[in-house]
């Protein structure tokens, strides 16, 4: 599917280079429970693929070799691969702020009856998918029966402690818009989620992170099969800001994939565009994780292309939500 994609054309998106690595963002393996309709990466019940536990001891070793801060652990379902748990603790023993971006839905799956209690014991922070606050949007977006469970796993991860007033446990919640539109003022939709979670469910959250769909992927070949994608494209471009290029997290963040392969963001390694990358005649050469000196980073160009203007469009968006917050 990249081949068809006009995403890999020459673009006009500024160069970029790298900062200081701060954050390493693991992606354990494509495998997840759900089959959600933005997915970017393209995740489902039919995909394979999975780190293996030599992969896993090696991302371990970069991770002590780098200076970095957060360890970002994505997938999929990253829970479902049997090395999440053990690359969490390698990370927290490191000092690391740990991160799990969980569709929360995954608590309820055979073998994950303690997955919250796993989580909150470790002091690792959670970044869950919630990509509307009522039930028709979530279901239509993420499947039937979606909303219900991510309510009752949010209950749940307050019980034990997550986004609660004076608790070190922090929850964040995704926002994602239901088609080729920009995500609304993150601020503002904060304060409605709060407002509303809070008077019907009882549920609490520390922060709402509102992320641009990237086309992408499954949400890519949406756009193009219903006409879109051109139009969506020109929003991106026409809405750039070049105010959010000191704060797209390619700048300070790798990406690895379940085999090791080394990108600059998630967005790439679902095109397959390896590390530094530079236009679309640049020599395609994958580089390992073990191939790395994190040193040798800092500077170093960013592999861009036209999907790169879906972080710079409008308030910007990143893993870590709008940048211009």
Excluded: W
Excluded at 39 to 65: K, L, Q, W
Excluded at 283 to 303: F, G, Q, Y
């Amino acid at each position: 599917m990249h081949a068809t994609y006009p995403l890999l054309a020459k673009t006009d998106f500024p160069a970029i280079r790298r900062s200081r690595l701060t954050t390493l963002q693991v992606n354990l393996g494509y495998y997840c429970n759900q089959s959600c309709l933005h997915c970017h990466v393209n995740a489902s019940p039919r995909r394979t693929e999975m780190m293996s536990e030599s992969t896993a001891d090696e991302v371990i070793d970069f991770m002590h070799r780098a200076n970095i801060e957060t360890l970002d652990l994505t997938g999929g379902a990253p829970e479902l691969n049997p090395q999440f748990r053990k690359v969490a603790l390698a990370g927290r023993e490191a000092g690391l702020r740990v991160i799990d971006r969980c569709n929360l839905t995954v608590l309820y799956e055979p073998g994950q009856e303690n997955l919250g209690e796993f989580l909150a014991s470790n002091g690792i922070d959670i970044v869950a998918s919630l990509p509307c606050y009522t039930e028709d949007n979530v279901d239509a977006q993420r499947g039937d029966g979606t909303f219900e469970k991510s309510i009752a796993a949010l209950q749940q991860l307050n019980a034990l402690g997550y986004g609660q007033p004076g608790s070190d446990l922090k929850i964040d919640l995704v926002y994602n818009p239901q088609g080729p539109v920009l995500p609304p003022p993150q601020a503002a939709l904060e304060q409605d989620y709060k407002a509303f979670l809070l008077k019907e469910f009882g549920i609490t959250f520390d922060s709402l992170l509102a992320l641009a769909n990237l086309p992408i992927q499954r949400f890519g070949s949406t756009l193009i099969s219903k006409g879109q994608f051109t139009d969506y494209m020109d929003l991106l471009r026409s809405s750039h800001s070049d105010a959010n290029l000191d704060a797209v997290m390619c700048r300070s963040t790798i990406s690895i994939d379940y085999d090791g392969q080394v990108f600059d963001c998630d967005f790439n390694q679902m095109l397959s565009m390896p590390l530094g990358r530079m236009g679309p005649s640049a020599k395609l050469k994958r580089r390992h994780i073990t191939e790395i000196d994190p040193a040798s980073l800092e500077n170093a160009p960013i592999a861009i292309a036209d999907h790169c203007y879906g972080c710079t469009a409008g308030q910007g968006s990143s893993c870590g939500g709008a940048l211009d917050s």
